[in-house]
């Protein structure tokens, strides 16, 4: 009885699994048939949509086939949609089983990199292919081509780089220049400005010591005047004083009698007027040897 229930059981698995492989080898053929479809429509109508329509089925249909990656990611980049392509293509190389296809893809891949001027990326795209295709002379020269657009690429890089630096350099020179400019024309305007008030103060200064100098001229006209006045009123005849009778010597001489002076009043007379005129003649010295005279009232 056992060993009919094992039987049975083996009869089972068998079946099963012959069952799981029919179904799979369907799921392969109609990927097949999908890409087939996909390949007519885009070479011979152009129909870029339903080609990728047809792709995607065959990839819904069997993940694992590499041929309808690497024809999607060719239509991508047929019609120029280079990021989706470059992404077909990593997806191809990850289902890979040989490595003709694995070069393939990468190839393809370096290609469509250098469609974006990644060249830095599409020459480790051909190296890839050239690790599984050592014998491909066409991967090989676009590896090339792909190392001198990246060397001119990274040259020029440099090249614009020591330009920005020098155009900084020179407009940090020109900043600095303009700074500088602005500082010599504040410096001269405060100059200037200076300059002026020295002038304006210059000018005050004289102005001031002009009628310092008019009103000193005044004054020393005025104490003139009195001094010719004071010095009119000394020189004043002694004949006038006897005349106002303002108690002048002659005022204290005797009273003429009838007849001739005497010798002794004659000498006498004499002797007085000589005395009052030295006196007058004493007060002017004075005077001129005590310099102007001093104003100290003000009239008001």
């Not at 006045?229 to 004043?236: E, H, P, R, S």
């Not at 005022?251 to 002076?261: E, I, N, T, W």
Request: aromatic share 6%; hydrophobic share 20%; net charge negative.
């Amino acid at each position: 009885m056992k060993h009919f229930l094992v039987v049975i059981c083996c009869l089972h698995f068998g079946f099963l699994f012959s069952q799981e492989n029919k179904d799979r080898e369907e799921a392969i053929l109609e990927a097949k048939q999908f890409v087939a479809t996909g390949n007519d429509v885009l070479v011979q109508d152009g129909n870029f949509p339903k080609a990728e329509g047809e792709y995607r089925k065959a990839i819904a249909k069997n993940p694992a086939s590499t041929t309808a990656k690497y024809n999607l990611a060719n239509a991508y980049y047929t019609s120029e949609k280079y990021d989706e392509a470059t992404q077909r293509y990593a997806d191809a190389v990850k289902v890979a089983t040989s490595k003709s296809e694995k070069h393939k893809a990468f190839h393809n891949q370096g290609n469509t990199f250098m469609e974006q001027k990644k060249y830095k990326e599409a020459v480790e795209a051909y190296k890839n292919a050239l690790r599984n295709n050592t014998r491909d002379e066409e991967t090989r020269y676009n590896l090339a081509l792909a190392k001198k657009m990246l060397e001119e690429e990274e040259k020029k890089n440099d090249q614009n780089k020591d330009d920005d630096g020098q155009d900084e350099d020179q407009n940090k020179d020109q900043q600095d220049n303009k700074d500088q400019k602005e500082g010599d024309d504040k410096e001269e305007k405060k100059g200037d400005e200076g300059d002026k008030e020295n002038e304006e103060d210059k000018k005050d200064g004289e102005n001031k010591d002009g009628e310092d100098k008019e009103e000193e001229k005044k004054d020393e006209g005025d104490e003139e005047k009195d001094d010719k006045g004071d010095a009119k009123d000394d020189k004043k005849d002694p004949k006038d004083d006897q005349k106002d009778g303002e108690g002048t010597p002659q005022d204290q001489k005797p009273q003429q009698v009838q007849g001739q002076l005497s010798p002794q009043q004659v000498k006498s007379l004499l002797e007085a007027m000589n005395n009052e005129e030295k006196k007058v003649q004493d007060k002017i010295n004075a005077q001129k040897a005590q310099g102007s005279k001093v104003k100290t009232d003000k009239d008001w």
